[in-house]
């Protein structure tokens, strides 16, 4: 069985280090914490140990590209702070350890940052602030709401819990938009192959066969259109560069952000998976906000920066307003359309039974699980219809590529 070396931390907050047998590095891992460590590093061992043998050099950190750190980086730092001061670990110390067990050049150095601030009497909370890259309101307020309380690892643990599945959450969406994503870009390189470098050389035999009579209408067209592309290859490309450019940078203007939200909410099917997404989304951001002691109002304003679709935002913005004039939430939720009756059912029971939060929850498990057969469903109809997508835009040039070689047939064989 393999042998793994592990560098770890004890309930004590001091540095272990031995080793494990075990069958994959997921196995030591369990072994680590069923013995009461949190595991920093395992790697396997190569050969056996000796004694006086010199330890490992320390490796180098590694900077993300261009010094970008991603979610997963810091959900699992999150997660890993957590366990840290749940083990009773200062949080002093848990920084100072997470620096130098992070591999990240960038977020080694966001820690230490943050360590030196705590260690100049600051709160953590206001460490976060100089980072909003990274830490945004949800995370700073709920960091802040956990040090007012006492209970920073309770809220580190909920934050981690939220981040991972939020993070699972945007990947299933995200690979709904793979496989089609895929077959327009096959289709594109295909079409462009055929009109530069198969469609030019049919022209040729075309006009040495039949010494200039009549092609086929699609023919006439399908050359054409190999002959405009051909000309003008660089006009083609620098619009489509053009095009895609302004349609992102008119994205993300106030106007065009709100068309475009329309316009996907309205696509069947993929209008419904982006309000299934955008209701787990909500409810899962509100309830842990509340969860973690931080005001309604205040969570509202945070969940409607952090929801992406502006006619949710929208709505979430209506709903704060009246509750901050004496409403409850259920009441003003019913009123937007973008919130489901049994969602407002949920959320008015959760209010009269003191357990808005914990209901919250479950509206967003419920949703993450019909994410999951919505994503199901859009993939099951994607993939017929980008096949015949795909069979459409090159049989067409392969038609208009035969009927003149038909022709050709029929006239030597006359």
């Known amino acids: 069985m393999p042998q793994f070396s592990y560098k770890a931390i004890d309930g004590n907050g001091k540095e272990r280090r031995g080793k494990v047998n075990a069958a994959s590095p997921e196995e030591a891992n369990s072994q680590l914490t069923n013995m009461g460590l949190m595991p920093l590093e395992v790697t396997e061992s190569k050969g056996r140990s000796k004694r006086g043998a010199s330890k490992p050099k320390a490796q180098k950190k590694k900077s993300s590209l261009f010094g970008r750190i991603k979610n997963e980086e810091l959900t699992l730092f999150t997660r890993q702070l ?8 200062p949080l002093l110390r848990g920084l100072d350890v997470m620096e130098r067990q992070e591999k990240n050049a960038k977020l080694a150095q966001i820690i230490g940052s943050l360590a030196e601030n705590v260690r100049a009497g600051n709160s953590f909370s206001d460490g976060l602030t100089q980072y909003p890259k990274y830490f945004d309101k949800l995370y700073v307020n709920m960091v802040r709401a956990g040090e007012a309380g006492g209970v920073l690892e309770t809220v580190l643990d909920r934050l981690a819990g939220f981040m991972e599945k939020s993070l699972r959450l945007r990947k299933r969406v995200k690979s709904a938009m793979v496989y089609p994503s895929v077959v327009v870009f096959v289709a594109i390189v295909i079409v462009v192959l055929l009109m530069v470098v198969v469609v030019p050389k049919f022209e040729q035999i075309f006009e040495e066969m039949l010494r200039g009579a009549a092609l086929p209408t699609v023919t006439q067209i399908v050359i054409g259109t190999s002959r405009f592309i051909q000309e003008n290859i660089l006009i083609v490309l620098g619009a489509i560069v053009a095009v895609a450019v302004i349609g992102r940078i008119l994205v993300k203007t106030p106007a065009g952000g709100r068309a475009k939200d329309m316009v996907l909410y309205k696509l069947p099917k993929v209008g419904d998976l982006l309000s299934k997404a955008n209701i787990a989304r909500f409810t899962r951001t509100f309830g842990t906000l509340l969860s973690s002691g931080v005001p309604i109002l205040d969570a509202l304003v945070i969940t409607r920066e952090i929801v992406s679709n502006r006619y949710f ?14 409403e409850s939430v259920a009441g003003p939720m019913a009123n937007e359309k973008v919130f489901p009756t049994m969602v407002t059912s949920m959320v008015e029971v959760g209010e009269e039974t003191g357990e808005l ?4 929850t479950r509206v967003a498990d419920n949703y993450d699980e019909d994410v999951d057969n919505a994503v199901n469903g859009i993939t099951s109809i994607i993939e017929p219809v980008m096949i015949v997508f795909l069979a459409v835009v ?8 035969f009927m003149p070689i038909i022709k050709i047939i029929e006239t030597l064989s006359v």
Do not use: C, K, N, P
């Open 313 to 326: 935002a929208d709505a979430i913005g209506r709903i704060h307003d009246q509750v901050r004039d004496g």
């Open 82 to 89: 957590a366990t840290l001061l749940r083990s009773g670990v």
């Open 394 to 401: 090159v049989g067409f040039i392969v038609i208009a590529l």
């Open 357 to 360: 939060d914990e209901m919250l």
